[in-house]
């Protein structure tokens, strides 16, 4: 079982940055691979970002691509995405996720995973 804790979230400008993180706890989380998705008012959730257990693999939505780095730190239960050069239209809830442990592959597919935390908010102002 992993629990996944999202925080980092808020108002910032465009052009602006944000950094969240995700907290997860159980024994499993260095084998775990993990995602970022995002669900923007009346629209779909939507895949961001997504990490290799080691972090030497990782996968980008082509609207976030050079913008925005996910990285992990095993030791810490931590999975963190920097967000720069923000857009109003990257306004959503954001969800960090995990895949089911041993599972290799980077998914892009929500359904692929298994653990989802709460979400939080970020909004880009104009």
């Known amino acids: 079982q992993v629990q996944l804790v999202e925080s980092g979230g808020g108002l910032v400008q465009a052009g602006g940055s944000l950094k969240l993180s995700c907290a997860a706890s159980g024994r499993t989380f260095s084998s775990n691979v993990m995602g970022w998705f995002r669900q923007a008012p009346g629209k779909e959730r939507e895949f961001v970002a997504a990490i290799s257990w080691s972090g030497g693999t990782t996968r980008y939505a082509d609207s976030v691509k050079g913008r925005f780095t996910i990285s992990r730190d095993n030791a810490k239960n931590t999975v963190h995405l920097q967000m720069n050069s923000l857009k109003p239209e990257d306004t959503a809830v954001y969800y960090c996720?995990?895949?089911?442990?041993?599972?290799?592959?980077?998914?892009?597919?929500?359904?692929?995973?298994?653990?989802w935390g709460q979400g939080t908010q970020a909004t880009v102002s104009s």
């Open positions: 996720a995990a895949r089911q442990s041993g599972l290799a592959s980077p998914s892009t597919r929500p359904y692929e995973y298994v653990y």
